[in-house]
């Protein structure tokens, strides 16, 4: 049926036709290579087949594949930001999702209005829900692979553990239990999330991490306004792309009934054909838009807060500095357990250090990132929406011509 088709997906790390908005490869290691060889959508539960080719040692075979559902990425993603040694890292955003919702609720509402609709225009609307649904569902599966991509690709996460085993452990992994030490992670994870309310208002003593705050607090409201602004447009080029469809289906279906009247019934029919190709067109530039600019939008409010996430973590940290070094002069005014306040300052400053350093790398790199795809996403739209425009120049040209002449 219609919503049980599979959707295969190559292995480029850059935003492209296939959907993989946001992801530029930074790096040059190929040791482990990962995509989703295919995915397969059974009454709405996907199974993704994610294939591995390695030369790392640590992997029992070269080349592999696992089926994995949506839960089990949730489940990767959700070990990355439980462990503290990661704290200083931008977590890749968890993949959306998959939700069919709005082509199963169409094709609902065509099926029950079958008898009022003619044969040829149901054909035609069917054809339209089903090009939306393998769009989505491309989406969804490129969406997965991003998370994934941003995995191997990153020098750090790519030798995690809990990684290897999402490769190559070919059975479930939703009851694997957390271990204490996860369960210590989500506290902090917990007090770090705390801290969002006063990130606005933080000032860094640091003017990298200031500089970087502020940055944020900016971009992160104006970023999630253009995904909406993007949604809308996009939103709005499919309405007119309907409303072209159904000019074209007047004009043409006219013609039909004007065959008495050789002359006016060929115009009607040729200027219903050129509504038809500006319908397309339409619909086209529409998916265009929504997968180089809206979906590159919209993975970029994710990273955003991610790397938000990122900087509270290390605000948390910077607060038990202090909280520390208060602790320690209370100590020494009460002469009372300096060595264990010594102690507790000491630990704190250490991963105070530690998380400012490898941050400050990874929000150096989200910029290089960020800049890369947009440039690359900006670009592409840029060129589909100058070959849209001549496509209909040309088509209403045409369409002039055979006017003027009859």
């Not at 003619?118 to 339209?128: I, T």
């Not at 074209?248 to 219903?272: D, N, W």
Request: charged share 30%; aromatic share 8%.
């Amino acid at each position: 049926t219609m919503m049980s088709d599979a959707a295969a997906t190559g292995d480029s790390a850059v935003a492209d036709d296939s959907g993989r908005a946001g992801v530029v490869d930074l790096s040059s290691d190929d040791s482990l290579k990962v995509s989703i060889a295919d995915a397969l959508n059974e009454q709405d539960v996907v199974k993704f087949t994610v294939q591995t080719k390695t030369t790392l040692d640590r992997f029992k075979k070269r080349e592999f594949q696992v089926t994995r559902y949506h839960e089990e990425f949730v489940w990767l993603h959700d070990r990355f930001e439980e462990q503290e040694v990661y704290a200083g890292y931008i977590i890749p955003p968890c993949p959306p999702k998959p939700d069919f919702s709005q082509s199963h609720g169409k094709l609902a509402k065509l099926q029950f209005g079958d008898s009022t609709i003619p044969q040829d225009e149901l054909e035609r609307l069917k054809q339209e829900i089903q090009s939306e649904y393998l769009a989505a569902f491309q989406k969804t599966v490129a969406m997965h692979e991003v998370f994934l991509l941003r995995l191997v690709c990153h020098p750090v996460f790519r030798d995690d553990s809990n990684l290897q085993v999402f490769l190559e452990y070919d059975q479930d992994l939703m009851t694997k239990a957390k271990s204490w030490k996860d369960k210590m992670m989500d506290n902090l994870k917990g007090a770090a999330k705390n801290i969002g309310s006063q990130f606005d208002t933080h000032i860094d003593p640091d003017p990298f991490f200031e500089d970087s705050r502020g940055f944020i607090v900016v971009y992160s409201p104006a970023i999630k306004d253009s995904k909406e602004k993007s949604d809308a447009v996009v939103k709005k080029r499919q309405a007119l792309s309907l409303q072209y469809a159904t000019v074209a289906t007047a004009l043409i279906h006219f013609a039909h009934g004007s065959i008495q009247y050789p002359v006016l019934s060929e115009l009607l029919r040729k200027t219903g054909e050129v509504y038809a190709k500006m319908q397309m067109n339409e619909k086209k530039l529409a998916a265009k838009e929504d997968l180089k600019l809206t979906d590159l939008l919209r993975y970029y409010v994710s990273d955003t807060g991610a790397a938000r996430d990122l900087m509270c973590r290390r605000i948390k940290l910077e607060m038990d500095v202090d909280k520390a070094t208060k602790a320690l002069e209370t100590a020494k005014k009460t002469g009372k357990k300096q060595l264990e306040a010594q102690e507790q300052l000491t630990t704190a400053q250490s991963k105070y250090e530690k998380i400012s350093k490898t941050a400050a790398d990874e929000l150096k790199i989200f910029k290089k990132r960020r800049v890369a795809a947009f440039r690359k996403g900006l670009v592409q739209l840029a060129q589909c929406q100058i070959r849209q425009a001549r496509e209909q120049y040309e088509a209403w040209k045409d369409l002039l011509v055979v006017l003027r002449k009859d």
